[in-house]
Structure formats: structure tokens, C-alpha cells
T-cell receptor, first 113, second 106 residues
Framework: DTGVSQDPRHKITKRGQNVTFRCDPI?????LYWYRQTLGQGPEFLTY????????KSRLLSDRFSAERPKGSFSTLEIQRTEQGDSAMYLC???????????FGQGTRLTVV | GIQVEQSPPDLILQEGANSTLRCNFS?????LQWFHQNPWGQLINLFY???GTKQNGRLSATTVATERYSLLYISSSQTTDSGVYFC????????FGAGTRLTVKP
């Protein structure tokens, strides 16, 4: 098992375009989290899944953001009509259950120009 | 939601010095983790420590869940210890503090 994998590592997009990021959790991990991190800040919670169910969504997540985990394995995070303020590092983490250790991927760095 | 506060926000040390980083949280939690963020942005697991004390080489951590705080100790600091240290707590979801930026000077 190679750990949590995120793709792509870097994405540059023009304002107004849609982007989609993928996260592959550690095998058999039921919990999957998405975070956004801007320079000098701690990771901000976006949403999390327990298997395929999306259990919570932050108020930071506008209607332009959507996340899915259709089969309880990999997850995608889509941003529609990107804005310059969406430029950030997007981090994914997984854990076996709620009260177990979480592990992070290397992140996807998004730049909106 | 649960609030997580880390202190100090910034810490500058000479190589070889010891340091203590603190994490306070506002409510009961099911677990607590300490991470080190490397220069490429990846979060590296240091400790999973919902309670008690753990040690790993020059690093150790203590969580006193009843008093809602955790401490990360770094002894004999090295320049490679530089970076940002985060604590994260889980009630239902996992929430982070703002981090402590540690700079170790040679």
C-alpha cells in the first residue's frame, strides 16, 4: 500500500474553468476527508465521507464545490467556475474509522489565473 | 464546532535547544494527532495521541484529555526540525489549529 494518493499534484487553470481532483485513500479506510490550505494558514475542513456517505460539508464550501465518493473508495472534488480565491492547496486524508489515525496525501496545488 | 488553539504561533530556536508546543481544544475529543508539514506541503504524522504520553526519538507528546490540552516536546532541536507543526482533533470530523512555525537556526 502506497498511502493516500492525490492527482494531479499541480493544476493551473483559467478563471471560470471547472477542475476536478482525485483522491485515492489507503485501502480499506472508511473515512475520507478533504481540506483546503492557503499560505500561512492551517488546513480548513471542507467535507468528509464515511464510506460513500458524505456526512458533513463545511459552510466554506460554496455551491461551486462538490465532492463524491461513489463506491466508498476513491473520491473526487470538483470546483465549478473557478475564481482566483480558489487558489490553494487541496489536501485529502483517510482513516480506518473515526477514532483512528489519519494519513494525508501530498496534496493538489491549484492556481487560478 | 470545536475550536483548536496552538501556541506559540512562531518560535525561533538555536540548534540544540529544547521547545514545547501547546495545543488547547474547546471540547471533548475522540482523538488528537500532531503533524509536521514539510516544505512541499505534505503533512507528516508525528503522534496519534488521544491521551497519555508517547515518545519517538527526540520528540515526545502528552495529551491531558480531561483538561483539553496536548503538548509536543522537541529536545536537542536540529535545523531539519524547522517547519510548521499542527495539532488536529477529532470529535466527528477532524479540525486543525493554526499551527506553530518553528525555525531552528544553526
Amino acid at each position: 500500500d502506497t498511502g493516500v494518493s492525490q492527482d494531479p499534484r499541480h493544476k493551473i487553470t483559467k478563471r471560470g474553468q471547472n477542475v476536478t481532483f482525485r483522491c485515492d485513500p489507503i485501502s480499506e479506510h472508511n473515512r475520507l476527508y478533504w481540506y483546503r490550505q492557503t499560505l500561512g494558514q492551517g488546513p480548513e475542513f471542507l467535507t468528509y465521507f464515511q464510506n460513500e456517505a458524505q456526512l458533513e460539508k463545511s459552510r466554506l464550501l460554496s455551491d461551486r464545490f462538490s465532492a463524491e465518493r461513489p463506491k466508498g473508495s476513491f473520491s473526487t472534488l470538483e470546483i465549478q467556475r473557478t475564481e482566483q480565491g480558489d487558489s490553494a492547496m487541496y489536501l485529502c486524508a483517510s482513516s480506518l474509522q473515526r477514532d483512528t489515525e489519519a494519513f494525508f496525501g501530498q496534496g493538489t496545488r491549484l492556481t487560478v489565473v | 464546532g470545536i475550536q483548536v488553539e496552538q501556541s506559540p504561533p512562531d518560535l525561533i530556536l538555536q540548534e540544540g535547544a529544547n521547545s514545547t508546543l501547546r495545543c488547547n481544544f474547546s471540547d471533548s475529543v475522540n482523538n488528537l494527532q500532531w503533524f509536521h508539514q514539510n516544505p512541499w506541503g505534505q503533512l507528516i504524522n508525528l503522534f496519534y495521541i488521544p491521551s497519555g504520553t508517547k515518545q519517538n526519538g527526540r520528540l515526545s507528546a502528552t495529551t491531558v484529555a480531561t483538561e483539553r490540552y496536548s503538548l509536543l516536546y522537541i529536545s536537542s532541536s536540529q535545523t531539519t526540525d524547522s517547519g510548521v507543526y499542527f495539532c488536529a482533533v477529532t470529535e466527528n470530523d477532524m479540525r486543525f489549529g493554526a499551527g506553530t512555525r518553528l525555525t531552528v537556526k544553526p
